[in-house]
């Protein structure tokens, strides 16, 4: 195992993530990922993240080939909730937000009742400056949150509201891959996700989930929702209010109650925030890592950024709620 020393304004805590180096040198990515399955298999439940620093990863098809050598087939961005592109079958760019936006820590897909278990970034191409993408532990999160919140939480779960298209978010054409209102009634049925076709021809959804989640083999609980991010306070201000001049608050983009449809505090959603920053690990991206999490142990982030910058995306095994 390699050691990572802190660079500027950048820390590592003891093992997170574990940085991981090639057992041979030169050797092609699928190679590398077949004899050390086991190695970073077993470190990624320990530790949640693994860097894997000489890799020989230097292209999309190089990284496809690493990530499917863990023995899963890659997954399509279903039921996504921000803009990407497929590159190549089951590989991704990471979310095409504005440079100078950042995208806050969280879980990927945490805001519906399937997700990937893995997810591997590879960074192709380092920005100028920024553009890190920040990890933090779902465990420790989980531990340092006041415990009336997660019980309330955890009694009431979350229900996600979305409102697709109308050139304010991602259209329902693009979230469900289809042009079929059939197809997308099918999938919320299959998905127990509710669904209402607007007068004006768009789609409305709302989906009842967890706020925590126990880790099938750890058997840990983590931190497992998208609250923080869905709701309408992580606007900013300015950009609130002038979205609810245009919108009443039924038809924002995307917005989060409690399951019962009662409204979330404000200032409940500020300690949840806190408790992710207090829990977040940032380190500068070297050209050819990548970075392979647990996503239900291990939540990232985006920082902003300056200059060309490239992060592609993989996402793999299937885990559903009810499992």
Same mark, same amino acid.
């Given at each position: 195992?390699?050691?990572?020393?802190?660079?500027?304004?950048?820390?590592?805590?003891?093992?997170?993530?574990?940085?991981?180096?090639?057992?041979?040198?030169?050797?092609?990515?699928?190679?590398?990922?077949?004899?050390?399955?086991?190695?970073?298999?077993?470190?990624?439940?320990?530790?949640?993240?693994?860097?894997?620093?000489?890799?020989?990863?230097?292209?999309?098809?190089?990284?496809?080939?690493?990530?499917?050598?863990?023995?899963?087939?890659?997954?399509?961005?279903?039921? +996504?909730?921000?803009?990407?592109?497929?590159? @190549?079958?089951? $590989? %991704?760019? =990471?979310? #095409?937000?504005?440079?100078? !936006?950042?995208?806050?820590?969280?879980?990927?897909?945490?805001?519906?009742?399937?997700?990937?278990?893995?997810?591997?970034?590879?960074?192709?191409?380092?920005?100028?400056? +920024?553009?890190?993408?920040?990890?933090?532990? @779902?465990?420790? $999160? %989980?531990? =340092?949150? #006041?415990?009336?919140?997660? !019980?309330?939480?955890?009694?009431?779960?979350?229900?996600?509201?979305?409102?697709?298209?109308?050139?304010?978010?991602?259209?329902?054409?693009?979230?469900?891959?289809?042009?079929?209102?059939?197809?997308?009634?099918?999938?919320?049925?299959?998905?127990?996700? =509710?669904? #209402?076709?607007?007068?004006?021809?768009?789609?409305?959804?709302?989906?009842?989930?967890?706020?925590?989640?126990?880790?099938?083999?750890?058997?840990?609980?983590?931190?497992?929702?998208?609250?923080?991010?869905?709701?309408?306070?992580?606007?900013?201000?300015?950009?609130?209010?002038?979205?609810?001049?245009?919108?009443?608050?039924?038809?924002?983009?995307?917005?989060?109650?409690?399951?019962?449809?009662?409204?979330?505090?404000?200032?409940?959603?500020?300690?949840?925030?806190?408790?992710?920053?207090?829990?977040?690990?940032?380190?500068?991206?070297?050209?050819?890592?990548?970075?392979?999490?647990?996503?239900?142990?291990?939540?990232?982030?985006?920082?902003?950024?300056?200059?060309?910058?490239?992060?592609?995306?993989?996402?793999?095994?299937?885990?559903?709620?009810?499992?």
């Amino acid at each position: 195992m390699m050691s990572l020393s802190a660079q500027g304004a950048y820390s590592l805590t003891s093992g997170f993530p574990a940085i991981l180096a090639p057992l041979a040198r030169g050797a092609e990515p699928l190679e590398q990922a077949l004899s050390s399955r086991q190695r970073i298999e077993t470190e990624l439940l320990r530790s949640g993240a693994v860097l894997l620093r000489g890799w020989n990863v230097a292209s999309v098809a190089a990284f496809k080939s690493f990530a499917a050598g863990f023995g899963h087939e890659l997954l399509d961005y279903e039921f +996504g909730s921000t803009p990407r592109t497929e590159l @190549s079958k089951g $590989v %991704y760019t =990471s979310t #095409e937000y504005p440079a100078h !936006q950042s995208i806050p820590l969280h879980n990927e897909q945490s805001y519906s009742r399937t997700w990937p278990m893995k997810i591997w970034f590879h960074c192709h191409t380092v920005a100028t400056r +920024g553009g890190e993408t920040p990890i933090a532990d @779902s465990r420790a $999160v %989980y531990r =340092s949150l #006041e415990p009336a919140i997660v !019980q309330r939480f955890e009694q009431k779960r979350l229900c996600y509201v979305r409102n697709y298209g109308n050139g304010l978010d991602l259209p329902w054409q693009r979230v469900f891959a289809t042009t079929e209102r059939a197809s997308v009634e099918k999938f919320c049925a299959q998905q127990g996700i =509710s669904c #209402e076709w607007k007068a004006d021809g768009e789609l409305r959804t709302a989906q009842v989930c967890q706020a925590s989640a126990q880790h099938p083999r750890t058997h840990e609980r983590v931190w497992f929702n998208q609250a923080h991010l869905f709701h309408v306070s992580n606007l900013e201000a300015e950009t609130r209010e002038a979205l609810l001049e245009v919108v009443d608050a039924a038809d924002l983009p995307r917005n989060v109650y409690y399951g019962d449809g009662s409204p979330i505090e404000t200032s409940v959603l500020d300690a949840i925030r806190g408790a992710w920053r207090e829990n977040q690990v940032s380190f500068p991206w070297t050209a050819g890592d990548v970075l392979m999490l647990d996503n239900m142990l291990t939540a990232h982030a985006r920082s902003p950024f300056e200059g060309p910058r490239r992060v592609v995306v993989a996402m793999a095994e299937p885990h559903s709620a009810s499992e």
